[in-house]
């Protein structure tokens, strides 16, 4: 009879051992996945650049800088090797993209073209895809660090060495109020 319920005993410290060894494992997948994902968007962003751009020439031959910047940015976005890279060319990507709609106020023609409507629509998606992943990296992050800072998984994130993760955070240029003026 001992023997049996230490058996149990033993069979539950395995199980328990086990299942917050798990939970660690898919949590950090969820991550990993969360941060492919984001990688994913910017890449698809990045692809659709070239046809903006193209777009925009035609229209707009004068406003080389604003073209090449764009172009840049966007060369720096595929480059880049790691997720901050990404998210640093990713933000003067932003800021090149802004220029280029912001010329599109000067050529009427350019604004009612079909070609650059449907390619500001689609990157308007993209951005609103890249700002849910982030969310969804964030929430991720969130439940692996919940799990790392209390008990019992406290106990396992020490036993098993992991470590509380960074979340996303926005760029102090994003954190500006927008000026709007009539």
Request: charged share 30%.
């Amino acid at each position: 009879m001992i023997g049996w319920i230490i058996l149990g005993i033993v069979t539950l410290v395995v199980i328990i051992f086990l299942y917050f060894f798990n939970r660690f494992a898919v949590l950090g997948n969820r991550i990993d996945n969360s941060l492919s994902q984001i990688d994913v968007q910017l890449k698809r962003r990045a692809d659709l650049i070239p046809n903006l751009i193209e777009t925009v020439k035609g229209f707009a031959k004068h406003e080389k800088k604003i073209i090449d910047e764009v172009t840049s940015a966007r060369k720096a976005l595929v480059g880049a090797g790691n997720i901050e890279g990404k998210m640093k060319a990713n933000d003067k990507l932003e800021s090149a993209l802004k220029s280029v709609f912001a010329i599109a106020e000067n050529y009427p023609n350019l604004k009612a073209n079909e070609n650059f409507l449907e390619l500001q629509k689609e990157l308007a998606t993209t951005e609103d895809k890249v700002a849910y992943s982030r969310q969804y990296y964030n929430d991720s992050i969130l439940s692996y660090n919940d799990l790392c800072k209390t008990f019992p998984g406290k106990f396992f994130a020490d036993l098993y060495k992991k470590k509380p993760r960074e979340f996303f955070h926005i760029t102090e240029a994003e954190r500006k109020n927008v000026k709007v003026e009539f």
